[in-house]
């Protein structure tokens, strides 16, 4: 008769559940190992030993949507080929538009070749466009302290009802950037010496009023929205171009005096406007504007040859008007020539400064 005191067989197949009050254990495996000195098998498990938890940690499962730790991670902004590209459009625009701008200053204000040419296309523009003087007249008379008053302040509401305010900061910086940069510059640090080639008068590089326009003109289209932002370039381009064209004829400015103000607004604009990648209408429309634009530099190289073919500097002598009448009156298609030039020569730097800007968002 067995003894009822005696120790239970230890069977690992055997529920010993009522032994260790109301926690179930686990079936053990049988093992054919050796028994050890209490007469039990060696325990094996068949499943791996896992690491437990920190004690009084309880780990939470993870949310569906966030990713392991060892998973993919979020890439960084740079390393994203399209910013990349954008960025260096960026750079590289404001870096072109500085030296650029610096070079032409220094042909047009310190050297005798770029003094006369820069003179002789403002004075056959003048002469060519004696019949469009009202028009001229009007143009400029628009910019004025209440004009830029009234575009900022158009500039402000449409970035506000689109309900984005940094666009309208970043915009209006570039337009008080750049009037500030071009007043400071011909006022303070650019000089036009006398070379004796040309009149003596004095530095009028950069262009206050094609600063004004241009700058107004690319702050619309960085706040624009993405249906207007390509008919605001388009709009942008020809205002400008008038502008600059109306200064020549006029008699204020000479061509590397709006060049360099659209260059300098150019600069001040691509370095402030955002790189949004979103979609865009009129993107064809965009490689219209750059192809014409410089089929404009086509056009302005082969007019100013032509109608510069056979100078000699010993007419570039002071005389009547800015120097070079009486080289003009001889061949009179000459002043109709260099006209094209110069108009070809700012509608292309204004057509490629509002392309690039226009450019900098979207796809």
Request: charged fraction near 15%; proline fraction near 7%.
């Given at each position: ?61 993870a949310p569906a949507d966030t990713p392991a730790a060892d998973g ?58 004696s019949r469009y003087e009202a028009f001229s007249t009007l143009i ?73 326009a241009v700058t107004l003109s690319l702050a619309l289209i960085v ?141």
């Amino acid at each position: 008769m067995d003894d009822p005191n005696a120790a239970l067989p230890s069977d690992p197949t055997v529920d010993e559940s009522y032994t260790n009050g109301s926690r179930p254990v686990r079936p053990r495996k049988r093992s054919s190992a050796p028994a050890d000195a209490t007469g039990r098998a060696p325990r094996e498990d068949s499943a791996p030993a896992t690491p437990r938890a920190a004690r009084g940690r309880t780990p939470s499962p993870a949310p569906a949507d966030t990713p392991a730790a060892d998973g993919p991670r979020p890439r960084r902004l740079t390393s994203d080929s399209w910013y990349r590209r954008k960025l260096a459009r960026r750079l590289g625009g404001v870096a072109t538009c500085l030296l650029l701008t610096m070079l032409i200053s220094r042909v047009a204000l310190a050297t005798a070749p770029g003094q006369v040419l820069d003179t002789i296309l403002m004075e056959g523009t003048m002469r060519s466009a004696s019949r469009y003087e009202a028009f001229s007249t009007l143009i400029t008379g628009i910019v004025s302290v209440p004009v830029m008053v009234v575009a900022g302040l158009v500039v402000a509401l449409v970035a506000a009802a689109r309900r984005r305010p940094t666009l309208a900061g970043r915009a209006l910086g570039a337009v008080i950037g750049a009037n500030v940069t071009t007043q400071i510059l011909k006022d303070y640090i650019l000089t036009r010496p006398n070379l004796g080639v040309t009149t003596g008068a004095g530095n009028s590089l950069p262009s206050g009023h094609t600063t004004v326009a241009v700058t107004l003109s690319l702050a619309l289209i960085v706040v624009a929205p993405q249906w207007f932002r390509s008919p605001s370039a388009w709009i942008g381009w020809a205002w400008t171009s008038l502008m600059g064209v109306s200064v020549m004829m006029e008699g204020w400015h000479r061509p590397s005096d709006v060049i360099t103000a659209v260059l300098i607004a150019g600069a001040w604009a691509l370095a402030l406007s955002p790189i949004e990648r979103r979609p865009r209408h009129g993107a064809k429309v965009q490689r219209v504007m750059m192809w014409a634009s410089l089929g404009l530099i086509v056009i302005a190289l082969l007019a100013t040859g032509a109608a510069m073919w056979g100078f000699s500097m010993s007419a570039a002598s002071p005389g009547s008007g800015y120097g070079f009448e009486d080289f003009l009156q001889v061949r009179p298609w000459r002043s109709r020539v260099l006209g094209v030039a110069a108009v070809a020569w700012v509608s292309a730097a204004c057509g490629l400064i509002m392309h690039q800007v226009d450019r900098l968002a979207g796809e």
